[in-house]
């Protein structure tokens, strides 16, 4: 079974460009989430997607956005990307909105290095 | 102040020993309780959901403190394969937006 895939695995982008991050969700799962993982640190809450709808955002500037297809696939796209946007960014999904019993399963993640 | 706070370590224990890690966390309302592993350079992975009743899965065995809002996890009989980095999360209250500690370090030595 193919679990979450991100698309690419790593990115090098020079200051003030622009990112556009994929993810698919496991088969069946509704839900996509989308997390920045900073080096040293745990991973933080960018958006959640569910049905194609947005359910959540973090505390993140409007330069970040995302959207979620019929197919429930996803993309997180970044604008004038800054050096401390270099990170890891992880997709999670779940079938359901809330996945209080069983958690999110991530993806191996895109690692961006920003220049 | 953080949503979940946690201890970084490093942890440095010989194989066989045990270790416990805790993490604290702030919203009294918060649902939901995991703690996730993560090996260097990859995604965090399920290592187990924790319950009100506490809860064992083989060596590892997670308790919640609802009173005192804190989280647990005992390691026993540490192998080398345990080198990793544990995350303490926790879901929002609305059940959908986890929080993460910034992760324990945990080195295994022979």
């Known amino acids: 079974d193919a679990g979450v895939t991100q698309s690419p695995t790593h990115l090098i982008k020079t200051r003030g460009q622009h990112v556009t991050l994929r993810c698919s969700p496991i088969s069946g799962h509704k839900s996509v989430s989308w997390y920045q993982q900073v080096l040293g640190q745990g991973p933080q809450f960018i958006f959640q997607?569910?049905?194609?709808?947005?359910?959540g955002r973090g505390n993140f500037p409007d330069r970040f956005s995302a959207r979620q297809f019929p197919n429930y696939s996803s993309e997180l796209n970044v604008n004038a990307l800054l050096l401390g946007d270099s990170a890891l960014y992880l997709c999670?999904?779940?079938?359901?909105?809330?996945?209080?019993?069983?958690?999110?399963?991530f993806g191996s993640g895109t690692r961006l290095t920003v220049v | 102040r953080k949503e979940v706070e946690q201890d970084p370590g490093p942890f440095n224990v010989p194989e066989g020993a045990t270790v416990a890690f805790n993490c604290t966390y702030s919203n009294s309302a918060s649902q939901s309780f995991f703690w996730y592993r993560q090996d260097c350079r990859k995604e965090p992975k399920l290592l187990m959901s924790?319950?009100?009743s506490g809860n064992e899965d083989g060596r590892f065995t997670a308790q919640l403190n609802r009173a005192s809002q804190y989280i647990s996890l005992l390691i026993r009989d540490s192998k080398l394969s345990d080198s990793a980095t544990y995350l303490c999360v926790v879901g929002a209250n609305t059940g959908n937006q986890f929080y993460f500690g910034t992760g324990t370090s945990l080195t295994v030595i022979p």
């Open positions: 924790v319950y009100s």
């Open positions: 997607y569910y049905e194609k709808e947005e359910r």
């Open positions: 999670a999904s779940s079938f359901e909105l809330s996945p209080q019993g069983y958690g999110y399963t």
